[in-house]
């Protein structure tokens, strides 16, 4: 098992670092519980299509929530339901607008693992900038991947999220080939690469030092459902935040 230090040096010391799932549920478990872990999880078959991506790109659901936390704290507060906004710096293909995606279930934010989660990444990411408070964004996601149509983790291609910190959390992944994690440096260089397999394997990435990609996912089987479900949690400073 990698010890969390040796985690938190790889972020510090290059930008990113993976975490296999052994290794995450002692970190998530040393700051609350799980113990509804199958129900939070089984709420990803309730995510709903991403209508902002273009004509072709209809194999993403998605539902999403804004929170807050002060600088510190590994408690936080959720916050009414708002648009999630990247500028096209960012995001050059759906971004430079405000999108609306239907709320995360009240339940799940109320919930053991999912405040768990949130915890954990105030308490690791928040030892990297103590003296932050946090405009906190997390996105459930699921990917399709069809017989006629492979499915794009990333259709923005490799980039930046435009915050401090990412979790980059697996739930399932069911009957699919490849997703495969790349980070690479602000000039483009490949620094690694890694997949998340197992549910709570997680990637831990300094957003403002790295930029990351996800590879297309094909059906192993195109007769029968699959899908890669992930929970994306984003840090950023509010005192930095400017559109």
């Not at 946090?134 to 999220?161: M, N, Y």
């Not at 992944?173 to 709570?200: C, M, Q, W, Y």
């Not at 957003?207 to 007769?223: L, S």
């Amino acid at each position: 098992m990698t010890r969390p230090e040796r985690l938190s040096e790889e972020v510090v010391g290059r930008g990113f670092a993976f975490a296999h799932a052994e290794t995450m549920r002692a970190m998530l478990e040393s700051a609350g519980s799980l113990e509804d872990w199958a129900r939070f999880a089984a709420t990803w078959n309730a995510l709903v299509l991403d209508a902002h991506l273009p004509e072709g790109h209809r194999y993403r659901r998605r539902r999403h929530a804004t929170l807050s936390a002060e600088a510190g704290r590994d408690s936080f507060t959720i916050e009414r339901h708002q648009p999630h906004y990247q500028s096209l710096d960012y995001n050059p293909l759906v971004g430079g607008i405000d999108r609306w995606f239907e709320p995360i279930e009240p339940a799940i934010l109320e919930g053991e693992s999912f405040r768990t989660i949130v915890a954990f990444c105030l308490r690791f990411f928040g030892a990297m900038q103590p003296a932050s408070a946090w405009h906190i964004e997390c996105h459930q996601f699921r990917i399709e991947a069809r017989s006629d149509a492979a499915g794009k983790p990333t259709p923005e291609g490799v980039h930046r999220d435009g915050v401090d910190f990412v979790l980059v959390l697996l739930v399932d992944r069911v009957n699919i080939a490849s997703g495969t994690t790349t980070v690479h440096d602000l000039e483009g260089k490949l620094l690694g690469s890694f997949t998340l397999t197992d549910p709570l394997d997680s990637a831990l990435v300094h957003d403002t030092r790295v930029k990351h990609g996800v590879t297309e996912v094909q059906p192993i089987d195109p007769a029968k459902p699959a899908y890669r479900d992930v929970l994306v949690v984003t840090l950023r400073d509010r005192a930095s935040m400017r559109r």
